[in-house]
């Protein structure tokens, strides 16, 4: 199975702050990585897909990047709706795989 | 516009079973694969099965094989999770999806005696 390793586990930041979030693969997934943002008690919404789509309708300051096996999100200026658990998943092989979440918390 | 709706969840005792259903619109869903993916409380993603468009490729998570059968109605733009054997660990908010673009709201299946 591909191990998605994420990081950080947490991170506290402010509004207009610039985040960065990694997911590091055990081994190559030819790009098709998913990032996904979860709010307490809602299901998981995607926000980038193969590495560095947006998903239709996502603000312009998520951003992903990558390849190989290290994949990066980045939010350019955090907004008060951006607090929440971040996740990537890794859909090239069965099983799918996800990262253990980044939990991004009001400093 | 995209709906993806899961149904069917509840409390069941251990060894006991259970049907989730999911239906779909917004999309042709006879054109693609589908997913569920679980979340136990306050824990991380697992993914749990994956269908074909056709249904003739289907895979499992090591966690339920043997236990769960997937299946889907290209006719009724449904997807199905028929869940035997059920364990305290099964225990979760179980996700329909077209990963990684669309996933429903989940139901929840709580195993317990």
């Known amino acids: 199975d591909i191990q998605m390793t994420q990081s950080p586990s947490s991170l506290s930041a402010s509004v207009g702050d610039r985040v960065t979030i990694t997911c590091r693969a055990s081994?190559?997934?030819?790009?098709?990585l998913a990032w996904y943002q979860q709010k307490p008690e809602k299901a998981p919404q995607c926000l980038i897909y193969a590495t560095s789509t947006l998903q239709s309708g996502v603000p312009s300051r998520f951003s992903g990047s990558g390849s190989g096996t290290d994949f990066t999100l980045t939010i350019s200026s955090l907004q008060p709706e951006d607090f929440a658990t971040y996740y990537c998943q890794q859909y090239n092989t069965y099983p799918l795989t996800f990262g253990g979440g980044t939990k991004v918390e009001m400093k | 516009q995209v709906q993806v709706v899961e149904s069917g969840g509840g409390l069941v005792k251990p060894g006991g079973s259970l049907r989730l259903s999911c239906e779909v619109s917004?999309?042709?869903?006879?054109?693609?694969?589908m997913s569920w993916i679980r979340q136990p409380p306050g824990k991380g993603l697992e993914w749990v099965s994956y269908?074909?468009?056709?249904?003739?490729?289907?895979h499992y998570a090591d966690s339920v094989k043997g236990r769960f059968t997937v299946s889907r109605d290209n006719a009724k733009n449904s997807l199905y999770l028929q869940m035997n054997s059920l364990r305290v660990e099964d225990t979760a908010i179980y996700y329909c999806a077209k990963v990684p673009y669309y996933w429903g709201q989940g139901t929840l299946v709580t195993v317990s005696s």
């Open positions: 081994q190559g997934i030819d790009g098709w």
């Open positions: 917004g999309f042709t869903f006879s054109d693609y694969y």
């Open positions: 269908i074909s468009s056709s249904g003739s490729d289907i």
